[in-house]
């Protein structure tokens, strides 16, 4: 099955006339698959990203998305492509919530029932109705989050490109978003890629992991195989998710866990094996 995104001995260069190439193992993405690519600050992450949209040339080699060349045939691929930005506020343009999350329709000239309907039903999935007429700058952090994700996805775009999503969240906003971002794959089909600092969000999330080093792709599979990697992560900076890291102990010591980091989930399905009542613990 062919990538949704080609890369082809692509190499970048910086103002300061540094480069960075990438290559290594081979990256692909699927038609609904859900990918994170990780790596410390100075990995690449964000100027790859930035190829994909378009908003970079590159020095040498090619890189394709849906088989186009995203800098040049920007026009044929954008209503197949969204983006949220790591600082969404920069791509809030509208008057108001309704109006930003509307423009890309009016833009590729849909009818007006159509539009009105098509808002108004991401707004109800992303359960920001009550924010139609509000300011875009003058919400939270979460809530501009939201309204670039809505307008994001109000074209169904084949993939979703999500710079650092968790990185303005608290715990709780990071498990709607999570749970939301599966929602959208579900019933959608868009495939996601992510890039992402927070490593302990993954694994109820991504299916697959890639992990970037200096524009080289060291290393890539399945999250639970991945995530924890010590020596891999280590290579490129990174730490395993200490949960995951206890829950992986855990079950070589025979201790049936699910694979996640999701604390609830691990304390309930750690408590038949514990000697005290499952009262004993709120007290």
């Avoid at 009818?111 to 039903?121: F, G, K, L």
């Avoid at 809505?150 to 999503?165: H, T």
Wanted: no cysteine; glycine share 6%; aromatic share 6%.
């Amino acid at each position: 099955m062919r990538s949704l995104v080609e890369i082809e001995s692509l190499v970048h260069r910086y103002p300061d006339k540094t480069t960075i190439e990438f290559g290594g193992i081979d990256f692909h993405i699927a038609p609904g698959e859900i990918v994170a690519l990780l790596g410390s600050n100075g990995s690449g992450k964000s100027t790859l990203l930035n190829h994909m949209i378009g908003q970079l040339v590159p020095h040498s080699g090619k890189i394709k998305v849906f088989g186009a060349n995203p800098r040049k045939e920007i026009k044929k691929i954008r209503h197949s492509l969204g983006m949220v930005l790591q600082s969404p506020e920069e791509q809030l343009i509208g008057p108001t919530v309704w109006d930003d999350i509307a423009f890309a329709l009016y833009n590729a000239t849909w009818p007006e029932e159509e539009i009105i309907s098509q808002v108004d039903t991401i707004m109800k999935e992303l359960s920001i109705v009550h924010l139609a007429e509000k300011l875009p700058h003058y919400l939270s952090g979460g809530e501009q989050q939201k309204v670039a994700l809505a307008g994001a996805i109000v074209m169904n775009p084949k993939l979703l490109i999500l710079d650092e999503p968790f990185s303005r969240l608290d715990l709780k906003s990071k498990e709607a978003l999570v749970q939301l971002l599966r929602k959208i794959n579900e019933k959608y089909g868009t495939a996601i890629l992510l890039t992402s600092h927070d490593l302990s969000m993954l694994p109820e999330l991504v299916h697959k992991v890639y992990i970037l080093k200096k524009g080289s792709f060291i290393g890539a599979g399945k999250p639970e195989e991945v995530l924890l990697d010590v020596p891999l992560l280590t290579q490129a900076d990174l730490e395993p998710p200490p949960l995951l890291e206890l829950v992986k102990r855990l079950r070589q010591q025979g201790i049936n866990l699910p694979y996640t980091s999701n604390v609830k989930e691990v304390t309930d399905a750690l408590l038949p094996y514990l000697s005290f009542p499952p009262r004993a613990i709120s007290r």
